[in-house]
């Protein structure tokens, strides 16, 4: 990985924006930045008289919100820079979210905190997301994106730490051991081998063969298990692993069937009543994904009716904000029956929280973040195209990075050439994801009154989402 000073060449005191904080893509749409929002050295416009004014640069004008307890790595990296932070240790009811990102430039949260339509819409400085997780199921990103919000997350960095999890249930299940441990706890010796078994020799069903899955088949092989898998694209197998043709093909032949894939409308209720008739008698179900994807009612009932051995759960289709008493029937119609089955093991969602895997996750988010504040890099975000440039540098002192993200329609490129025209363009790169374009071009020997024609100019087309000026 490149270090800081590589990725971010270019000095925080020499960086500009300008943007419409409405994010309306009208053409004559006010500017509701206020006086020094997000940049200087560079124009933001007023909210009395609408005129461009220059501010001086500085790195604390720069909020950034983090929210659910974001690692320590992340937070210092991001406070390094100079920024603003403030770090919740849990996400906030939606009201309360809504009032506190009206200022924010920046947000970080993890799986919690529900970034919805209603709430972006309030949020009229914020240019992106960074999502310290692997998920971003969490963030409407087509409305994100619509409005020039880019989008991060970290979709490799806690791989490792839900495939020893899924290693550990998966053992835990096989030898009854929750249930053990929890009667000798209550004051019962219960020493027995009926229902136990040694997971060599036995087959792990792997629905989702992603970074996770993957990881999952070669750490079950080294156990001696044989891995099949299913997916809807063609994989490239680790190991022996086989790819299987159908869901039922897998749930037919495995003892063990273990969930990692994303919550998508084609994945809910993936697991149910059918799909239980098809497993083994006898057969483990785990779910480490996302909630949505196990018919918890029909798992309950295949349970109770002995169709399989145990579960092992994560996730679940409704999670709370916090930490506390919250897994009781009083909030949620199946959680006491969860409880009273046998052999189930019941986790609060830690299938990453790992020292190891925060820790990472932290860094790399932050680095993202940084990278797009400061430079507009958006390699890696999951929203908008992936483009990037060599990064300005300190001698540089007469140029300047246009930012321009757009509605992926004609002309475009013709209209902002001719805006540009004037001027000599060093380098330029443009991409499309969907209906939004992103557009880069570094242009030198410019002033501050070439900059304020230029975003003008910009600001003035009527494919316009959003205008940022680096400088």
Not at 260 to 273: D, G, R, Y
Not at 293 to 320: C, F, H, M, Q, T
Not at 382 to 409: F, Q
Not at 446 to 466: C, H, W
């Amino acid at each position: 990985m490149a270090t800081p000073a590589q990725d971010i060449a270019i000095s925080p005191n020499r960086l500009a924006r300008t943007v419409s904080n409405t994010l309306s893509v009208s053409p004559t749409a006010t500017f509701h930045s206020p006086p020094n929002s997000f940049g200087g050295a560079g124009f933001v416009r007023t909210r009395t008289t609408g005129e461009k004014q220059l501010k001086p640069f500085d790195t604390q004008d720069i909020k950034i919100l983090l929210l659910e307890n974001v690692n320590e790595s992340g937070r210092q990296k991001l406070a390094e820079q100079g920024y603003q932070v403030e770090a919740l240790k849990t996400s906030l009811p939606e009201e309360e979210l809504i009032e506190k990102i009206r200022d924010v430039h920046v947000i970080g949260i993890r799986s919690k905190t529900k970034l919805n339509e209603r709430v972006l819409r309030e949020a009229k400085n914020l240019i992106v997301v960074g999502c310290f997780c692997i998920g971003t199921n969490q963030v409407d990103l087509e409305y994100a994106a619509k409005h020039g919000i880019a989008v991060f997350n970290s979709p490799f960095a806690n791989s490792r730490s839900v495939a020893e999890l899924v290693i550990g249930e998966i053992i835990v299940l096989a030898r009854q051991l929750g249930d053990r441990s929890n009667e000798l706890h209550n004051g019962t010796w219960n020493k027995v081998s009926s229902g136990c078994w040694e997971i060599r020799g036995k087959t792990l069903g792997i629905i989702g063969y992603g970074h996770i899955g993957s990881q999952l088949s070669v750490l079950a092989e080294a156990m001696g298990m044989s891995v099949i898998y299913y997916d809807v694209v063609n994989l490239m197998a680790l190991g022996t692993a086989t790819q299987v043709p159908t869901l039922e093909q897998l749930l037919n032949e495995a003892d063990f069937v273990t969930c990692h894939v994303p919550e998508l409308p084609e994945t809910k209720n993936m697991i149910s009543a059918p799909q239980f008739e098809h497993m083994k008698k006898g057969s483990y179900l785990i779910n480490a994904s996302r909630g949505s994807v196990i018919d918890i009612p029909a798992l309950i009932n295949a349970s109770r009716s002995g169709k399989i051995a145990g579960a092992a759960l994560d996730v679940y289709p409704s999670e709370p904000a916090a930490n506390g008493d919250y897994f009781t029937n009083s909030l949620n119609q199946w959680a006491e029956e969860l409880r009273s089955l046998k052999n189930i093991i019941l986790s609060p969602h830690i299938g990453g929280s790992t020292e190891e895997a925060q820790r990472a996750i932290g860094f790399e988010v932050s680095e993202a973040l940084i990278r797009y504040v400061n430079s507009g890099a958006t390699l890696g975000a999951v929203n908008l195209p992936e483009v990037t440039l060599r990064s300005l540098t300190l001698e540089e002192r007469n140029h300047a990075r246009i930012i321009y993200i757009h509605h992926n329609v004609p002309g475009v490129l013709r209209k902002v050439n001719e805006i540009l025209g004037d001027h000599n363009v060093d380098k330029q790169i443009t991409d499309n994801k969907n209906e939004v374009a992103y557009l880069m071009a570094d242009i030198s020997n410019v002033n501050s009154s070439d900059i304020k024609e230029i975003s003008d100019n910009l600001e003035g087309l009527s494919s316009r989402i959003l205008t940022r000026v680096l400088f």
